[in-house]
């Protein structure tokens, strides 16, 4: 066939990893899975309460293409008080997924052959879908050494005239770092100064160990330059829900609804209730969810720090480790392939990220303990192999 050119755009994901995996576990293989970026718990209970009363009262037709005014109230609300931002339901917009509304926010804003700067390493789909808005992605290395913050210097002279907007992630996948003040306050400067729009990836903005969760949105002048991407896939552990949102400046709005209305028409009625009660209901689970992350985060840290020719910086938010392999002289993908083929480790290749993400792998932890211990034992064992 004669395919669009603009497919090829997107890249590979942690799906394909995982398709490798399952090949592997149906001819016998015992495999550890480190490469999904889903957490293990289930749903909470009162959320999936909430939907199947949803369903019984008949909330299985289209909603506003916007999202319900509940939940769209329930969000502004929780912008408000998780992250000190007064929001105006009038200007959130509820989406399919989160991964959706960066796709249509970039859709909205970028113009042919726009630049926009995109962390590297970074979230898999970002260059992707700039290409598929015909913008032209602007890779910002994240270097360890520097704690993967932005350098403001590399930053501003990445712009140019052609250069819309920024993507920002924090915490970041799949880095696990989180934006400090002084880091967003030299973006924004910068922002404001060459009049750049952001889109501030915060998926992950619940699931914090160290410091707190600042969004560049509530910094004077920014919110008007600033489109919030959440979801609740990550926090209440409802990936398959699909359940996102965007906070947008007021001219966004209605041309992203009215692409969303012309696509994918609306997310999921009953699933926008299940919403609701996510935001407005009992928040132990997540806590208890975080308190289990944390304490995974630390022993994978312990046992990795017992591997020589490896290391990590440990991480401060999301679910991750991004793991430094460069000292053992295989590339990204050659170290992965091996941890599966031999070993039955499945993780993903560093370069999937980015370029700079070459000579890395991603571990997620969001797995049992259990599998943490046999996992790293079999990356030791792994690495002693490699190495010599």
């Not at 999202?67 to 200007?91: F, M, N, W």
């Not at 992707?128 to 913050?149: D, Q, S, T, Y």
């Not at 996948?173 to 060459?194: Q, Y």
Request: charged share 25%; glycine share 10%.
């Amino acid at each position: 066939m004669n395919l669009a050119t603009r497919i090829s755009y997107l890249g590979g994901s942690a799906l394909e990893f995982l398709a490798k995996a399952k090949k592997l576990e149906a001819s016998g293989v015992d495999v550890v899975h480190f490469e999904i970026g889903e957490p293990d718990f289930d749903t909470p209970r009162n959320i999936k309460e909430a939907a199947k009363r949803a369903l019984d009262e008949g909330y299985t037709h289209y909603t506003p293409s916007q999202g319900i005014p509940e939940l769209r109230e329930a969000i502004a609300e929780h912008e408000r008080d998780y992250k000190g931002i007064p929001v105006d339901p009038s200007r959130v917009v509820v989406s399919p997924g989160a991964k959706v509304m960066i796709m249509f926010a970039l859709q909205v804003l970028v113009n042919e052959g726009d630049e926009v700067i995109y962390p590297d390493p970074g979230y898999t789909a970002y260059r992707g879908l700039i290409m598929l808005a015909g913008g032209k992605p602007v890779p910002l290395e994240l270097r360890a050494e520097e704690g993967f913050e932005v350098n403001a210097e590399r930053l501003e002279s990445l712009v140019t005239s052609n250069t819309k907007l920024i993507i920002l992630n924090s915490p970041g996948n799949p880095t696990g770092n989180i934006s400090r003040k002084h880091e967003l306050d030299e973006i924004a400067r910068i922002a404001l100064e060459r009049n750049l729009y952001v889109i501030s990836d915060e998926v992950y903005s619940r699931i914090i160990y160290d410091g707190e969760h600042l969004t560049i949105a509530s910094i004077l002048g920014m919110m008007e330059r600033t489109v919030i991407v959440d979801g609740f896939s990550k926090t209440y552990a409802m990936t398959g829900w699909r359940l996102g949102y965007g906070i947008m400046p007021e001219e966004m709005v209605r041309p992203l609804v009215r692409l969303q209305s012309n696509s994918v028409s609306c997310a999921t009625a009953f699933v926008q209730k299940a919403g609701v009660e996510a935001l407005r209901g009992d928040q132990g689970p997540v806590e208890e969810m975080v308190a289990e992350f944390r304490r995974r985060r630390d022993r994978i840290f312990e046992l990795l720090g017992k591997i020589p020719h490896v290391k990590a910086r440990k991480s401060e938010g999301a679910f991750y480790v991004f793991l430094d392999i460069r000292e053992l002289g295989m590339s990204s993908r050659e170290f992965a392939s091996y941890l599966l083929e031999k070993h039955g480790v499945c993780l993903l290749p560093g370069d999937l990220f980015g370029e700079r993400g070459e000579g890395y792998v991603r571990i997620s932890y969001a797995t049992s303990m259990e599998n943490i211990e046999k996992g790293i034992e079999r990356i030791a064992r792994a690495v002693r192999e490699i190495a010599g």
